[in-house]
């Protein structure tokens, strides 16, 4: 326990004390140098807006949250089952794959009018815009995953006549979890970054705002404090996310295997 | 100068190339009234330096903002450079500023204007008010937002008296005034929720029931649905809706109260201060060019279609013919052309604050704006 303790400490001491004096360096340069408030908020002043606007960011985050982790969730079913398919055929895989390559280089900004044009506007499309972000990583992880098998372990499946079902379900896929973990990680922020973006041209409601939203809004209103505010939300959230896929990942992979190196005793 | 003219003049190797974008950085900067000038001057010169860029050109000392850019010979008064920032895309809500320019009245009164050309974001207040540009175009409401943060930026003219501002409907739906908006659903109104007339609009209309989407910038979306609406000026977008075969009918957010000087000319007042003589030639030559434009036009309308070739001639012509009664209202005198009045600007403060756009007691409306300079023969 104590062990656990101070490791706990050493994690998280340094980027807090990095923090510390990072924000204190700001909050002088503000003060010194006379920063007027629509170039470069305080910190002090962008805690007090975080704290004032704390309901509206916290109903923002559900709105942007849920839109973030449904489409994340899309994009983990969807970008499996087409590796899936991409898996048992060469010619599948060779005329379908450029277009999913052409999903992540695609411009999202440029799209996603578009897609409010063709699917309408609300909730929907957000959750839209957020899976075409986070499915290519998914996509192209799994694929990676379901193709590099261990070549004995191929031999020993066509040696006892299995299926392809078989050879899917029982080898397949159990080797290329761990690939899929990793794609789901990176995925995990990209939905974040899809949804916000989403929210940018989609509107759910008149008094439902999520956090792309307050983004815009404050800029517009050359609140830059706020705007810290929401973003600054937006980047927590992003990270808590992440940390949550990353908890699940490991979790995944200590049931079925040691896990990823860095986590193995 | 900009930093595109910068990249456009400079030298064909890409050493040259990177230098001039810094040396264009570097302009930026030092005109800008960041704390941090000399020391990022001091960390670009470093670079510039080091990737052999022309270095000649950073070798001069940190001249007042456009004095740099005019070499001329010594025999000759250099004019006065000077930038003027936009708002928006060119369009006929600046029409005449760019008469101004197209007709010469700036550089009689010995201004060189550069008229920088904007789009949404564009930081016009931020720019004014920190020194990267001595004059800009926005509007009132903007200007009030601005002053509450900081921003030192006053308004010396107005144009036009009274607002375009508009929430453009189909004609097929009815929809006689922005009240009758109240409890339609389903209904999708376009606007952008953070400006201070949109939530002057959800204040005053109950829209609970009606979806609020971001402003998309074109009509599009309204040319497919019949229960939408959208933010526009009446001199513009209602054009491109008829023209597509749409049905547009302008609800005027002025009916409603909501009534905020438009396309301002604004300084910051340290110039006003500093340099009254300067300040003062601008406004004169704009009233000018103003007064020209809503005469003649035409050699305006098609220099501002050459700056921005999405604006037709057409749409300019209907624009300038929109904004007529908004310039020169029924019983307003043409002399009187660019004035305010302290009322309009008491009033649209205390409506943001109505509606928690700006905080209580914030701002002083008088001195958001000054009449010196409209008034001054």
């Known amino acids: ?265 | 100068m900009t930093i595109a003219n910068y990249k456009l003049t400079s030298g064909s190797s890409w050493r040259e190339g990177v230098g001039g974008v810094l040396a264009g950085l570097q302009f930026v900067i030092c005109n800008s009234q960041l704390p941090f000038r000399n020391l990022c001057s001091l960390g670009l010169l470093a670079l510039c330096l080091g990737c052999g860029g022309p270095t000649s050109s950073l070798d001069k000392p940190n001249l007042p903002s456009g004095a740099a850019s005019s070499v001329t010979p010594s025999s000759v008064i250099a004019p006065v450079a000077v930038t003027l920032a936009l708002n928006w895309f060119p369009e006929a809500e600046h029409g005449g500023f760019y008469a101004a320019l197209v007709h010469g009245y700036f550089s009689e009164e010995g201004l060189n204007v550069t008229i920088r050309g904007g789009g949404p974001k564009v930081p016009v207040i931020a720019d004014v008010a920190s020194g990267v540009v001595e004059f800009g175009v926005d509007n009132a409401d903007k200007l009030l937002l601005g002053r509450v943060q900081q921003a030192d930026v006053v308004a010396v003219m107005a144009p036009i008296q009274d607002s375009p501002r508009c929430i453009m409907v189909h004609k097929s739906e009815g929809i006689a005034s922005l009240k009758d908006l109240a409890g339609r659903k389903p209904f999708t109104l376009a606007m952008n929720t953070g400006q201070p007339f949109a939530q002057f609009l959800m204040q005053q209309v109950d829209l609970s029931g009606t979806q609020i989407t971001s402003y998309p910038g074109n009509v599009a979306q309204f040319l497919l649905e019949p229960k939408y609406g959208q933010q526009a000026y009446s001199f513009s977008e209602p054009f491109v809706a008829e023209q597509q075969g749409g049905d547009p009918v302008c609800l005027m957010l002025s009916e409603l109260g909501f009534n905020t000087y438009t396309s301002l000319l604004i300084t910051r007042g340290e110039l006003i201060e500093q340099q009254p003589e300067l300040v003062a030639k601008m406004t004169r030559a704009s009233i000018r060019g103003w007064k020209k434009y809503l005469a003649e036009p035409d050699e305006t309308n098609r220099h501002i279609h050459e700056q921005n070739t999405q604006m037709g001639l057409d749409v300019l012509a209907f624009g300038v013919g929109a904004l007529q009664p908004l310039c020169l209202p029924n019983d307003f005198a043409a002399e009187r052309l660019g004035t305010m009045t302290a009322e309009r600007w008491h009033s649209l403060a205390s409506q943001m604050t109505e509606i928690g756009s700006l905080p209580a007691d914030s701002v002083k409306p008088e001195a958001a704006f000054t009449l010196r300079f409209v008034t001054e023969k």
């Open chain 1, 1 to 265: 326990m104590k062990r656990l303790c101070s490791g706990l400490i050493s994690i998280v001491l340094p980027p807090l004390a990095l923090f510390a004096i990072v924000a204190a360096a700001w909050q002088w340069f503000v003060v010194a140098y006379h920063v007027k408030p629509y170039l470069l908020p305080s910190p002090l002043a962008v805690g007090a807006a975080l704290i004032r606007d704390a309901p509206l960011l916290g109903s923002a985050v559900l709105y942007t949250g849920s839109a973030a982790l449904l489409g994340f969730g899309a994009s983990l079913i969807l970008g499996t089952l087409i590796a899936f398919a991409f898996s048992q055929s060469r010619i599948l895989r060779s005329s379908g794959y450029p277009y999913f390559i052409f999903l992540q280089t695609v411009p999202i900004v440029a799209i996603a009018p578009l897609i409010v044009r063709w699917c309408g506007n609300g909730f929907h499309s957000v959750v839209l815009v957020a899976t075409i972000l986070s499915l290519f990583p998914i996509l192209s992880n799994a694929t990676q995953g379901l193709l590099q098998i261990d070549s004995n372990l191929l031999d020993l499946f066509r040696l006892n006549n299995a299926s392809r079902w078989q050879m899917l379900t029982k080898l397949r896929f159990p080797s290329a979890v761990p690939a899929i973990c990793a794609g789901a990680r990176t995925a995990s922020g990209l939905a974040v970054v899809g949804a916000i973006v989403g929210e940018f041209f989609v509107g759910y409601g008149s008094k439902r705002f999520g956090l792309g939203y307050l983004i815009n809004s404050t800029n517009d209103q050359l609140q830059i404090d706020r705007l810290f505010a929401a973003v600054l939300t937006s980047t927590l959230f992003g990270i808590a996310i992440f940390a949550l896929v990353n908890l699940a990942s490991v979790t995944v992979l200590s049931r079925w295997y040691d896990g990823p190196v860095e986590h193995r005793n």
